[in-house]
């Protein structure tokens, strides 16, 4: 399989909460016909612009590992799949 493309395709203010003013980073990840966008929120008051990406990408990479782990007891072996395929109860077309 082809590797990921991940890109910053936007930069935005979002709307303020109670810590103060807030800017959204989005980012596009693209692998063959899968694409799709996520958005990361920081605290604008924390990081000056020249960090805002360096952070929204450690965001990123850490809603992933997170992700990861959940998702960790859904992962089968090439065995279970097999079998999976072989109990596959539809018609042939």
Request: hydrophobic share 40%.
């Amino acid at each position: 399989m082809d590797e990921f493309k991940i890109k910053v395709a936007r930069i935005e203010a979002a709307a303020p909460n109670s810590k103060g003013d807030r800017v959204r980073i989005t980012f596009q990840v693209e692998r063959e016909t899968l694409v799709f966008q996520i958005p990361i929120l920081l605290e604008m008051e924390e990081f000056d612009d020249t960090e805002m990406v360096q952070v929204a990408r450690n965001e990123l990479h850490r809603t992933f590992d997170e992700l990861t782990t959940q998702t960790e007891k859904w992962t089968l072996s090439v065995e279970d799949i097999q079998q999976l395929s072989r109990i596959n109860l539809r018609p042939k077309a």
